[in-house]
C-alpha cells in the first residue's frame, strides 16, 4: 500500500508563490513519473508539470517561467514552486505519482490541496 500526502496549499494574492510538496510512503520499490495536475471548478483536471525518473521535465504552456516541478528521490518527495501566481491558477492541485511495487506498477493520487489567488 502507498500513500501520499500533499502539502502547501493556500491563499495568497497575486503575484505571490508558493510551494506544494507531495510525499510517498508505503512498500515503495522506486518511483517513476511524478506530475502535479489541477482542477479549477467547473474544468477538466489538467496536467501542470510533470519529472521523470531521469529529471526531465515538462509544462503546461500556461505554467512555464513561472512554476517549477523538482523532486527528491530519497525522501520519495515531488514539489511545485509557483512563482508569480495569477487568479486563474485558483484551483485544487493533486499529485500524481507511478510507484513501482514488488507486484508491478502502481498509479497513485494524492488528495488535493486548495491553492486559492486572489486579485
Known amino acids: 500500500q502507498v500513500q501520499l500526502v500533499e502539502s502547501g496549499g493556500g491563499l495568497v494574492q497575486a503575484g505571490g508563490s508558493l510551494r506544494l510538496s507531495c510525499a510517498a510512503s508505503g512498500s515503495i520499490f522506486s518511483i517513476n513519473a511524478m506530475g502535479w495536475y489541477r482542477q479549477a471548478p467547473g474544468k477538466q483536471r489538467e496536467l501542470v508539470a510533470a519529472?521523470?525518473?531521469?529529471?526531465?521535465?515538462n509544462y503546461a504552456d500556461s505554467v512555464k517561467g513561472r512554476f517549477t516541478i523538482s523532486r527528491d528521490n530519497a525522501k520519495n518527495t515531488v514539489y511545485l514552486q509557483m512563482n508569480s501566481l495569477k487568479p486563474e491558477d485558483t484551483a485544487v492541485y493533486y499529485c500524481?505519482?507511478?510507484?513501482?511495487?514488488?507486484?508491478?506498477?502502481?498509479?497513485?493520487w494524492g488528495q488535493g490541496t486548495l491553492v486559492t489567488v486572489s486579485s
Open positions: 500524481n505519482l507511478e510507484v513501482v511495487v514488488t507486484t508491478g506498477y502502481l498509479e497513485v
Open positions: 519529472i521523470t525518473s531521469g529529471g526531465s521535465t
